[in-house]
């Protein structure tokens, strides 16, 4: 059985930092493209950042230079270190693995957690 459990959000002030972890079990993590995706109420999920099973990041436009995607193969592991939050980084994040095109049906979500950015 495929989990993904995400760790790490919270409430935070304006220029602060938080560090998200996502623990995957159930797959071969090495071989999965890896992603964080957040959702805010009212709109449409978004990815935020992704690393490919090779290490390739890319990164949204609206958090370049503040946020850092990392995964750790040893650990079955992804973070995402947030710094210089703002209030539109307020969402629940998701983490992804994937390992789309190849095997589209390789799709897996955490539940999600909560990020509030807030003085």
């Known amino acids: 059985q495929v989990q993904l459990v995400e760790s790490g959000g919270g409430l935070v002030q304006p220029g602060g930092s938080l560090r998200l972890s996502c623990a995957a079990s159930?797959?071969?993590?090495?071989?999965?493209?890896m992603g964080w995706y957040r959702q805010a109420p009212g709109k449409q999920r978004e990815l935020v950042a992704a690393?490919?099973?090779?290490?390739?990041?890319n990164y949204a436009d609206s958090v370049k230079g503040r946020f850092t995607i990392s995964r750790d193969n040893a650990k079955n592991t992804m973070y995402l270190q947030m710094d210089s939050l703002k209030p539109e980084d307020t969402a629940v994040y998701y983490c992804?693995?994937?390992?789309?095109?190849?095997?589209?049906?390789?799709?897996?979500w955490g539940q999600g957690t909560q990020v509030t950015v807030s003085s």
């Open positions: 690393i490919g099973s090779g290490g390739t990041t």
């Open positions: 992804n693995a994937n390992r789309r095109p190849l095997i589209p049906t390789r799709d897996y």
């Open positions: 159930g797959i071969i993590f090495s071989f999965y493209h």
